[in-house]
């Protein structure tokens, strides 16, 4: 038996075990990484959800806004077939849409009247404020645009950026009819809530031009399919959506 016969076998067998070493630290790493960042992306929306609450705290009307966003949105998106990766990240963009009202001063967010001409101003910089809150946390890009898009109308006339139509987000598209048609429904420091049937009829009057067609289209087709989902805003409108 010669030298090489004798030496490759051994060489071939440690060359694998190192090889087959360093792949598993590499893999062992990739994982760890992953798992660390789930952590923390988890703590992360733990102390942004916390910043949520205390803003919606601010005043006891909006306590259960974002969380009733959040509900009539996704289920909405369901119906209009999202995957449950979209629908996660349009309930994540529900959840935090009205965070840039942390820099809204409280008189204006409680006021019994009218907003005048600055106060509104003022009010309409807020879902540009939580993009840019959230912009360092790259983990959200997407939901990041969902938020700084929900006050886009459909016919352009919308804030931040006056976008319209495809160009605004199916999900900020969704958001913006289920974030007006809670807050018809509640009532505001300076207006009393309307009824599901009023406030119906507004989301009519204002489709094609504030809001997307086909999303008030799956909107209404919801409420009359599932009116459970809506029973902490106005009335029961079990027969009222065509």
């Not at 008030?216 to 399919?225: C, H, M």
């Amino acid at each position: 038996m010669n030298f090489l016969s004798f030496i490759f076998p051994i060489l071939t067998f440690f060359t694998g075990v190192f090889v087959g070493y360093r792949i598993y630290k590499r893999e062992e790493k990739i994982k760890n990484k992953r798992v660390w960042n789930r952590f923390e992306r988890r703590n992360l929306m733990r102390t942004i959800n916390s910043l949520v609450s205390a803003i919606d705290f601010k005043d006891h009307l909006t306590k259960k806004h974002s969380d009733n966003v959040k509900q009539f949105a996704c289920a909405v998106a369901e119906v209009m077939g999202f995957s449950q990766a979209d629908i996660e990240m349009l309930k994540d963009a529900c959840q935090l849409h009205d965070l840039g009202k942390i820099g809204v001063h409280d008189y204006i967010l409680t006021k019994p009247d009218k907003l005048n001409e600055e106060e509104w101003k003022e009010v309409k910089l807020h879902s540009l404020a939580g993009a840019v809150i959230l912009k360092p946390f790259h983990f959200l890009d997407k939901v990041v645009k969902l938020i700084r898009q929900h006050h886009e109308r459909y016919d352009g006339q919308g804030y931040p950026d006056g976008i319209k139509e495809g160009n605004i987000s199916l999900g900020a598209r969704i958001m913006a009819v289920a974030d007006s048609f809670d807050a018809m429904t509640n009532k505001r420091p300076y207006r009393n809530a309307l009824s599901q049937e009023e406030a119906i009829e507004e989301l009519k009057k204002n489709s094609g031009t504030q809001f997307d067609p086909k999303v008030v289209e799956a909107f209404l087709k919801l409420l009359k399919i599932k009116p459970e989902l809506f029973k902490d805003s106005g009335e029961d409108v079990h027969e009222s959506a065509p």
